[in-house]
């Protein structure tokens, strides 16, 4: 079964400065996909960032962007000149693509994140 | 292009009693997502809805079911409602389903309380 880690309950960084959230995964699937959603506290879950495990190359959204390592089911994501605006919930997100699956999202736990002025 | 829509945002029922909570795909989209999310945890998926069938069911008692209309709309239903039943409902709209590589876009959510 496939299950999705993120071990950071809470972090905190100050306005403008850069902070990293990590997650790791674990399947057995050669194909599927990555996420990183972010709930605010008026609780709508936003799209951040996506990542194809086919694809080699690091996504990137504007200040968002990820460090995607395969083989060490490792999904690490970068936010570069933090703004109040990120203060959020971030969650990742796995899915598996192809061969009949249903695309059901698996997340973690969570990682609060409190950006400081 | 509109989002997705839940309906209502808040619901508060006694144990034992029945609930429907409604949502409305993103334009475009045929297909629908429901997730539990529990206070302080990550949503855990409770079944999806593709062209009006069951597209796979997470671990979740049969008194969690629901519908798929031609419109692509969906409804969560909850019969015999258990405390442990209180939490954020979400729903997700994608398109392609089955196999499906889309991004899932989520409602606002409904908040349900049971006492």
């Known amino acids: 079964a496939q299950t999705v880690t993120q071990s950071q309950p809470e972090m905190s960084v100050q306005e403008a400065e850069t902070v990293t959230l990590s997650c790791t995964y674990d399947?057995?699937?050669?194909?599927?996909?990555l996420f990183w959603y972010k709930q605010p506290p008026s609780r709508q879950m936003i799209l951040v960032i996506r990542?194809?495990?086919?694809?080699?190359q690091n996504a990137t959204e504007n200040r968002f962007s990820v460090n995607f390592q395969k083989a060490a089911k490792s999904f690490s994501l970068k936010i570069s000149d933090s703004q109040l605006g990120d203060t959020a919930m971030y969650f990742c997100a796995f899915t598996s693509v192809g061969g009949g699956a249903t695309n059901k999202l698996i997340f973690g736990t969570g990682t609060l994140l409190a950006v400081q002025p | 292009e509109t989002g997705v829509t839940q309906s209502p945002t808040h619901l508060i029922k006694t144990r034992g009693q029945q609930v429907t909570l409604r949502c409305s795909s993103q334009s475009g989209h045929n297909t629908v997502s429901w997730y539990q999310q529990a206070l302080g945890q990550g949503p855990q998926f409770i079944f999806q809805y593709y062209r009006e069938e069951e597209n796979g069911r997470g671990n979740f008692p049969p008194r969690f079911s629901g519908l798929q209309f031609p419109n692509y709309s969906s409804e969560l239903n909850v019969n015999a409602l258990e405390l442990d039943d209180s939490a954020l409902y979400l729903c997700a709209s994608s398109f392609g389903g089955r196999a499906g590589t889309d991004t899932q876009y989520f409602g606002p959510g409904t908040r349900l309380t049971v006492l």
């Open positions: 399947t057995s699937e050669s194909n599927y996909y």
């Open positions: 990542q194809e495990a086919y694809k080699q």
